[in-house]
């Protein structure tokens, strides 16, 4: 009797078992479908919050606002090199971006490795050189470099040291590139022909300007050329012009239409060279710029003498991003304000000089250009600091209520620094910050670069033996204690 229940006990036993068995994988099953659907879910619906310190990657309500406002899809194609130093940053802050917006769309492109894609969106960028983040919307691009990026102080190279990070400029730079391509017309710069100017077309080491004229492009701005004796007058379409080292004079009809560009548009960039005579003394005179017959000499901050190392900026927009930079000027002549300073007048109507850029005080402006050596000579050449290039706006006049954008010229005292083989150091940001001054793309964004800390733990010998032992002993002893206990309570 007991052996048949015992027999019939079995069957439903197994079967008690095999049920069990099916439920529990079916729950696991289910467990697991459960986990990859919030995955999922995770992956394309997430959370992010900046829980740093100094916000290094938190973007701000200018960006934010910004990004809500794209109409369309901003593809961001990072060329960068994943060892390059600022790799991280540049990859952690684009995926805020991101995060912030569906219409940031961010493809990362390996230059060593991915060599078939890299060639193909190279090609289609015209990109150059690796270390650099396109921008591109509709067809509108511009380029950021690592150099815009992050801020160097560079003193203590001086001393055998590396450089170091002082800011981290990623936000500006990547929402000003973004504002500049979502505009929906590319601002128009002509250059000036006709007069032994630079040729935007010449290649020339020395006296072509078309690695600037590139730079310019990538910027989202067109750049052509233009003669004054084949047209009756500059073009509608100019939003700026562009004078870059005229080596004849200049005829009145054409400094008529210039005067005339200037008082309807004022948007005029102007680079002028030493001991050359052009005609544009009286223009400039009547916005407040003196132009000498003069080189401007600083003999510490030269190597050859023929040169001047500027490192000392004015307060302006145009400058406020050079930091550290270093900007080199060959043989330059004085550009000063005529009154001084800003001295011409609080009124709207009256234009303000600002020296952009400017000697020591060890420098000066000589005066006789046949001297050789050049040295100062009291009472009849100024004494430093000498100013090589300014910045003059103008505003609409007090009283009357209408929308009139403020006049804006960028004097420099030198072309060199702009041509092809100069453009090292701050000389083409130096360029490129008047040209987006006078085109009033300054105001882009306005966001402050976040400096970088360096956190330091500082620990006496005590303290770092406490620690390691604390960590190496007495963690991982408790831990095994516990353990030991756990096992011995189930022995018994």
């Not at 406020?320 to 005529?338: N, Q």
């Not at 303290?463 to 007495?474: A, G, K, S």
């Amino acid at each position: 009797m007991n052996g048949g229940e015992s027999s019939a006990a079995r069957p439903a036993s197994r079967r008690r078992k095999v049920a069990i068995g099916l439920n529990t994988a079916a729950e696991l099953a289910l467990a697991a479908a459960l986990v990859l659907m919030v995955n999922y879910l995770s992956y394309r619906h997430y959370l992010r919050a900046d829980w740093s310190r100094g916000g290094y990657y938190q973007l701000s309500e200018k960006t934010i606002g910004l990004l809500n406002s794209l109409t369309g899809t901003v593809d961001v194609v990072v060329f960068f090199q994943p060892q390059q130093e600022i790799y991280p940053d540049v990859d952690n802050l684009l995926k805020e971006y991101a995060y912030a917006s569906g219409r940031i769309r961010v493809e990362k492109v390996d230059p060593d490795r991915d060599l078939a894609r890299t060639e193909e969106l190279m090609r289609k960028y015209k990109v150059e050189q690796a270390n650099v983040v396109v921008f591109d919307y509709n067809g509108r691009s511009k380029y950021v470099g690592a150099n815009e990026i992050v801020e160097y102080d560079y003193s203590p190279v001086a001393i055998g040291e590396r450089p170091q990070k002082v800011a981290f400029k990623g936000e500006q730079a990547f929402s000003s590139a973004i504002q500049s391509v979502a505009q929906g017309r590319r601002p128009v710069v002509y250059f000036l022909e006709g007069h032994g100017e630079r040729d935007i077309k010449d290649y020339g080491r020395s006296a072509g300007y078309s690695s600037l004229a590139r730079e310019v492009e990538r910027d989202n701005i067109d750049v052509r050329k233009l003669v004054l004796g084949e047209q009756a007058a500059i073009p509608e379409d100019a939003d700026a012009l562009v004078i870059a080292g005229p080596q004849k004079a200049i005829s009145e009809p054409e400094l008529n239409l210039i005067r005339a560009f200037l008082e309807q548009k004022g948007r005029l960039v102007v680079c002028l060279d030493a001991m050359v005579q052009v005609g544009l003394d009286a223009i400039l005179a009547d916005w407040g710029v003196r132009l000498a017959e003069d080189v401007v000499i600083d003999p510490t901050r030269t190597l050859t003498g023929r040169e001047l190392f500027v490192t000392k900026y004015g307060a302006h927009p145009v400058t406020a991003k050079m930091g550290h930079m270093t900007s080199i000027f060959y043989l330059p002549r004085s550009v000063e304000p005529a009154a001084g300073p800003d001295e011409g007048g609080d009124a709207a109507d009256k234009p303000h000089v600002i020296p952009l850029a400017q000697s020591s005080e060890a420098g000066w402006a000589e005066t006789d250009l046949a001297q050789d050596p050049m040295k100062y000579d009291p009472g009849v050449d100024r004494a430093g600091p000498v100013s090589v290039a300014v910045a003059v706006e103008r505003g609409p006049v007090p009283g009357i209520d209408v929308q009139i954008r403020p006049t804006r010229l960028v004097v420099f005292g030198d072309s060199d620094f702009a041509s092809n083989g100069a453009m090292t150091g701050g000389n083409g940001d130096l360029f490129l910050n008047a040209l987006n001054w006078v085109l009033e793309r300054d105001e882009l964004m306005g966001i402050a670069p976040k400096p970088v800390e360096e956190t330091r733990l500082v620990m006496s010998r005590v303290e770092l033996n406490l620690l390691f032992w604390t960590v190496v002993c007495v963690m991982p002893g408790f831990l095994a204690a516990v353990g030991g206990l756990v096992w011995l309570r189930r022995r018994a």
